[in-house]
């Protein structure tokens, strides 16, 4: 049997800001990227760890199967959304996001609004596939098509 995992790198397909706690996301073709405080015009910018949060479309299939219907990605307030993988949930895994390097923080808990967003139990089955947090060292800009290494340049 042919294996069907894909081989090349993940890529960006989605990135998503949003001014304020509870606003809603907005899609972008490029996020601005700065060390030490996260994506310019993003909520968490300026915050201590959680500058950029990073998910996979391969894990949030697989809430889909469990939940039996689609997820929007932009509704699961994410900033960074990839083509396949799963994500390395280990603190202190560094990765580089097109010009951008980050390290991994900690798991991305699913957030408080996803029910009323995704539907009942979409929290339940995005636990452990809604993402992780990255701490921004190094400074860029992120644009749709930008692959995703693990281990950093």
Do not use: F
């Not at 015009?41 to 391969?58: C, F, I, K, P, V």
């Not at 009323?116 to 089955?125: E, F, Q, Y």
């Amino acid at each position: 049997m042919a294996n069907t995992q894909p081989t090349d790198p993940p890529k960006v397909v989605g990135l998503q800001i949003a001014l304020a706690a509870r606003l809603p996301m907005r899609s972008v073709e490029s996020i601005d990227v700065e060390a030490g405080l996260g994506i310019v015009g993003d909520r968490y910018h300026g915050t201590r760890h959680r500058h950029l949060t990073l998910q996979s479309l391969e894990e949030i299939a697989r809430a889909e199967d469990e939940l039996g219907h689609q997820l929007d990605p932009v509704l699961t307030r994410r900033n960074v959304t990839v083509s396949h993988g799963e994500l390395v949930r280990t603190p202190g895994t560094r990765m580089s996001l097109g010009p951008v390097e980050l390290e991994v923080v900690r798991d991305c808990a699913p957030c408080k609004l996803l029910e009323d967003d995704l539907g009942r139990n979409a929290k339940l089955a995005l636990h452990k596939r809604a993402g992780v947090v990255c701490r921004v060292i190094g400074s860029g800009v992120v644009e749709i098509g930008d692959d995703l290494q693990i281990g950093g340049r």
